[in-house]
């Protein structure tokens, strides 16, 4: 596949910033995939460095260069599907590497052959355990509180994510993500279903997709993702806190990861506490995204 092709099926949309190596390996396994039709890659880069743009560089993708400060999740992702030419989207981050060569049909393969889903949710799956945070950065050890559990109990078990995420283009010109800073996600897919829209989950694929954290990265993350929760319009509450705090699995897993040597850092030791504290802040005390 080429930056050439005139008349992709489907068209991959990757927003990016000086995600380096990480994002070579996407790009090669992207071009590695066995497919039976045209597609494109279009990255939407907001103020890569020279080491980054020169991997972009070596593929053959469409790249269309944004100003740092203008970077928005909803308004970002609007971007790359206005830009995009095939009949279906594909959401991917630059620092999700695809698994397998069959990841791309697997996606969108339900949206080719049926016109009854509006989008195709994959998996997420972790790196290997000395590149990622002793809690994960996705699943629900991460996403352990009630805040979390609510969503996904209420989705049929889908907690949509643009990390690895097929949509049909003439949904998303329906329905756009529009300008949010976080959680544009999550947001999207309560209005879809609230119009009547379906979402599948293909668990097997997967993107291999996850997150180291130091302390000061933690705190902004997860107050950012209670401001997010507080978009989607879902409210977290002193009892919720205090229900996340006390659930005792959680403590569990921290003694036996201080045992095991797994569990390394404050954030790691901390993070059963600060998470449904931060999470509250977040949601309901802060008055903008940062």
């Known amino acids: 596949m080429s930056a050439e092709v005139s008349r992709p099926l489907v068209s991959i949309v990757i927003p990016n910033k000086d995600e380096g190596e990480i994002l070579r390996c996407c790009l090669t396994q992207i071009f590695r995939q066995e497919v039976p039709f045209p597609f494109e890659v279009v990255i939407v880069d907001s103020g890569s460095g020279e080491e980054t743009l020169n991997i972009i560089k070596q593929f053959p993708v469409r790249l269309h260069a944004i100003p740092p400060a203008s970077f928005n999740h909803g308004l970002t992702r609007d971007l ?13 981050n630059g620092d999700a590497i695809p698994c397998g060569e069959k990841w791309l049909i697997g996606l969108v393969e339900p949206l080719l052959v049926s016109d009854e889903y509006a989008a195709v949710q994959g998996g997420i799956q972790e790196r290997d355990r000395a590149h990622r945070f002793f809690w994960n950065s996705c699943g629900s050890s991460f996403y352990f509180t009630r805040l979390s559990e609510r969503w996904i109990a209420r989705y049929d078990g889908i907690g949509f994510s643009t990390v690895n995420a097929a949509i049909r283009k003439r949904v998303w010109e329906e329905l756009a993500f529009g300008e949010v800073p976080i959680m ?14 379906k979402i599948l989950y293909r668990s097997e694929v997967n993107v291999v997709h996850s997150h180291d954290f130091d302390l000061k990265d933690l705190i902004r993350r997860c107050q950012r993702e209670g401001f997010g929760w507080r978009l989607a319009g879902e409210k977290y509450e002193l009892l919720d806190v205090l229900y996340d705090l006390l659930s005792p699995g959680k403590y569990r897993m921290l003694m036996a990861g201080l045992r095991s040597g797994e569990v390394r850092s404050l954030a ?13 802040k977040g949601n309901r005390i802060n008055n903008s995204y940062e």
């Open 268 to 280: 790691e030791v901390l993070y059963p506490f600060l998470r449904p504290l931060l999470e509250f």
């Open 184 to 197: 544009e996600d999550k947001r999207w897919q309560k209005a879809a279903v609230a119009r009547g829209h």
């Open 80 to 92: 790359g599907a206005s830009l995009a030419r095939g009949e279906h989207l594909v959401f991917l």
